[in-house]
T-cell receptor, first 110, second 113 residues
Framework: EDQVTQSPEALRLQEGESSSLNCSYTVSGLRGLFWYRQDPGKGPEFLFTLYSAGEEKEKERLKATLTKKESFLHITAPKPEDSATYLCAVHRSNDYKLSFGAGTTVTVRA | SAVISQKPSRDICQRGTSLTIQCQVDSQVTMMFWYRQQPGQSLTLIATANQGSEATYESGFVIDKFPISRPNLTFSTLTVSNMSPEDSSIYLC??????????FGPGTRLTVL
């Protein structure tokens, strides 16, 4: 059975204080690992897809990396508008389903 | 990415009643999905809405409780039947892309009293 574990559950940062979120996964045949951002009361917003170990993708202050067992979402010099819950999900190679982690809630204080 | 809308955006319903949630996409898509996000929880897949055939349900979800329609390639509905307070959740539709990514609608926040 797929397992996706995100840590920490919550992260409080000062504006400008860089940090990383972790997503550890166990899946048979990874087809893709996804990162989403979710604001309160809204649907998840797609950020990145990573397909193979060693791959990296960047968007503004966010950078996602992937190894064979985990993914990291690095937030560089965060701003208050980066406050959100960040969700990780894995996609198996033999079907269409996404299995989500519980998320990391990031709060950035000015 | 596709633009996805859902109606209603939120509702408060009485126990024992049913609510139908609509999901509209601005382009034709093959795969549409329905998820539930219970308070403080992550997303759980309810079913895949297949155009022209019955939906495929995940373990723990049944058609009598969550009937789904998919009349064409841009529209789907999810009905939450005979509701109880435990059904209070955010219900989300998503669509798959050719790159096997999934994009989500804004969600429907349901409260059952």
């Amino acid at each position: 059975e797929d397992q996706v574990t995100q840590s920490p559950e919550a992260l409080r940062l000062q504006e400008g204080e860089s940090s990383s979120l972790n997503c550890s996964y166990t899946v048979s045949g990874l087809r893709g690992l996804f990162w989403y951002r979710q604001d309160p009361g809204k649907g998840p917003e797609f950020l990145f897809t990573l397909y193979s170990a060693g791959e990296e993708k960047e968007k503004e202050r966010l950078k996602a990396t992937l190894t064979k067992k985990e993914s990291f979402l690095h937030i560089t010099a965060p701003k208050p508008e980066d406050s959100a819950t960040y969700l990780c999900a894995v996609h198996r190679s033999n079907d269409y389903k996404l299995s989500f982690g519980a998320g990391t809630t990031v709060t950035v204080r000015a | 990415s596709a633009v996805i809308s859902q109606k209603p955006s939120r509702d408060i319903c009485q126990r024992g009643t049913s609510l139908t949630i609509q999901c509209q996409v601005d382009s034709q898509v093959t795969m549409m999905f329905w998820y539930r996000q219970q308070p403080g929880q992550s997303l759980t897949l309810i079913a895949t809405a297949n155009q022209g055939s019955e939906a495929t349900y995940e373990s723990g979800f049944v058609i009598d409780k969550f009937p789904i329609s998919r009349p064409n390639l841009t529209f789907s509905t999810l009905t939450v039947s005979n509701m109880s307070p435990e059904d209070s959740s955010i219900y989300l539709c998503s669509v798959g892309s050719s790159a096997n990514e999934q994009f989500f609608g804004p969600g429907t926040r349901l409260t059952v009293l």
